[in-house]
């Protein structure tokens, strides 16, 4: 009777062994495949739903030029009221409460892009060395208030403009483009002008008509991406009364808003 208990008592604890081993087993099986394929398999899905969608995504890019200025503040509060950003390509003279208006607008999740500290066609334009020189002290500066290298550059009057071409040849932007470039730094134009650098005061109406004329192309067709120029320097007030109007329009249209990178 003796041995049998002892054998009984001993297949017990075997018994109470073997379940609490299965069950650990079954624990860390449960543990080690189902967490990581679920994170990898979540995100593989995510990411197939966004291909999916990008493909019939358009992308608006809001770009301001020639600030930061009084207007700057404005337009990053229409900004933030209507959840889009936008991208500025800035410009010196520096004022202090306007070099806030720069580090708000990084802050909030849009984006600095060069635009020469100058901006002056005569002195920018003389010659690669002149260039290259407002060129590193803009970078300089973003780089002081944001803390990050830029890595996207707007040529004042654009990569295209006739003056420069007429008076240092055609080459002159596409060589300092390929520096660029070769540095990480990605140039950009605009393929929808708002036309507010036409003038000041142009009526806000008409600025919103003109973006809604340039966002399609010859074929009726809406551009995909949209990169916009407007410009945020002191003169332009109309531009930031047609803001919401234009940002409407995009929306309507089905755009999503992207910064430049
Ligand atoms: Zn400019």
Redesign the pocket.
């Known amino acids: 009777m003796k041995d049998l208990n002892i054998y009984s008592k001993f297949f017990k604890k075997l018994i109470i062994f073997l379940l609490i081993s299965l069950s650990l087993i079954n624990v860390s099986t449960y543990c080690c495949l189902l967490s990581p394929i679920n994170i990898e398999g979540n995100s593989k899905n995510n990411d197939f739903e966004k291909d999916n969608t990008n493909e019939e995504k358009k992308i608006a890019y809001l770009t301001f ?2 600030g930061p200025s009084k207007n700057t503040e404005l337009i990053l509060d229409i900004l933030k009221e209507n959840n889009v950003h936008a991208t500025f ?1 800035i ?1 010196s003279p520096y004022i202090e409460p306007h070099i806030q208006f720069v580090k708000r607008a990084y802050e909030e999740g849009n984006a600095i892009g060069n ?1 020469t500290a100058d ?1 002056e066609f005569k002195y920018v334009y003389t010659c690669e060395e002149s260039f290259f020189k407002s060129f590193n002290k803009q970078q300089k500066f973003i780089k002081e208030v944001t803390g990050s290298d830029c890595t996207i550059f ?1 040529f ?2 654009g990569s295209n403009n006739t003056i420069v071409k007429n008076s240092r040849g055609k080459d002159f932007t596409k060589n300092i483009t390929f520096k660029l470039n070769e540095v990480g730094v990605n140039v950009y134009d605009w393929n929808v002008d708002s036309g507010d650098a036409k003038g000041n005061n142009i009526p806000a109406s008409t600025l919103i008509q003109n973006i809604s004329r340039e966002i399609k192309d010859k074929d009726g067709n809406y551009k995909n991406p949209a990169i916009i120029l407007m ?1 945020d320097c002191m003169t332009k007030n109309t531009t930031v009364e047609a803001l919401p109007g234009i940002i409407k329009l995009l929306k309507d249209a089905g755009y999503d808003f992207g910064i430049l990178k």
Request: proline residues 10%; negative net charge.
């Open positions: 030029d020639d390509f410009i635009h901006h707007r004042p009057g410009h």
